[in-house]
């Protein structure tokens, strides 16, 4: 994912370059005609939404800008600090050959350079013809479905409303840097049902009052996610415990086969069991 982000973002501020007066000339040794330099902006500019796009199927909406935004600075420092000055260099360094005034060689020598710029050109056209689709098209395929889009998602009810919740990593719960077990689980509520929902909480065992209903679901609606702490008591008996308020101040519960939604996570407990 982080691969195909950084190609179509590189390609993109290649684009960008070779749409500019300077760094066309030095890079291909001519100036592209108007057009062809606005056809290469936009070109840029739409990789750079893909990109974008990429970035916020893969790690949703806050941290795919972020993906985005330093891809587009891992691109740019190579492409400005090492490329474009090597092309700017080597343009400056060669001397510009002997041209006749006039006669046979004067017309041959135009011919040549003219049958040299179409050449470069028609590269350049079929370069980005197949780079641009088959670059969308790999990183499309290789972005990894959102959490509550995989197979092992669980549907319910809670409620009116339903549902479907997953484990976001599938691995056991990790330690954070306070020493608590930590778990992340996302949901995803009907698209009907977000406008009545005024927020939704899990947690490792029934809550007694909403005050008591766990971690809050936090993010876009179709990207809610939670991490949840495991005590070291908690036991797998206890249940994932889902609560919902609704905007007309209901408050609906439901428990969720934990050893069917995150196995890892019943495994763990089921070990914590053991050793208490």
């Given at each position: 994912m982080a691969i195909a982000l950084l190609v179509v ?94 006669g046979p060689e004067f017309g041959e020598l135009v ?163 053991g050793r208490q």
């Amino acid at each position: 994912m982080a691969i195909a982000l950084l190609v179509v973002t590189t390609f993109a501020f290649a684009a960008f370059a070779l749409g500019m007066e300077r760094h066309a000339k030095d890079v291909l040794g001519v100036v592209p005609a108007p057009r062809r330099r606005l056809g290469l902006r936009i070109a840029g500019w739409v990789l750079l939404a893909v990109a974008m796009a990429i970035g916020m199927l893969g790690w949703g909406a806050t941290v795919g800008v972020v993906e985005w935004t330093g891809a587009m600075t891992v691109a740019t420092v190579p492409l400005v600090m090492l490329v474009l000055p090597y092309y700017s260099r080597r343009h400056r360094r060669s001397p510009a050959p002997a041209m006749p005034a006039s006669g046979p060689e004067f017309g041959e020598l135009v011919a040549a350079r003219r049958s040299l710029t179409a050449r470069l050109w028609r590269g350049v056209r079929v370069l980005v013809l197949v780079a641009l689709p088959a670059g969308i098209a790999w990183a499309f395929v290789n972005v990894p479905p959102s959490p509550v889009q995989r197979d092992d998602a669980l549907a319910g009810r809670v409620g009116p409303w339903t549902f479907v919740i997953a484990d976001v990593t599938r691995k056991p719960p990790e330690p954070s840097a306070l020493g608590t077990a930590m778990k992340a689980f996302q949901v995803r509520f009907c698209t009907g049902c977000d406008t009545q929902i005024r927020s939704a909480y899990l947690k490792i065992r029934q809550p007694r009052s909403l005050r008591g209903a766990g971690m809050v679901f936090q993010g876009p609606s179709w990207n809610r996610r939670a991490d949840i702490q495991i005590a070291p008591t908690a036991r797998i008996e206890d249940g994932l415990w889902l609560t919902v308020e609704g905007m007309d101040g209901s408050v609906h519960a439901v428990e969720i086969d934990l050893a069917r939604v995150s196995p890892a996570t019943a495994r763990y407990l089921s070990a914590l069991t053991g050793r208490q």
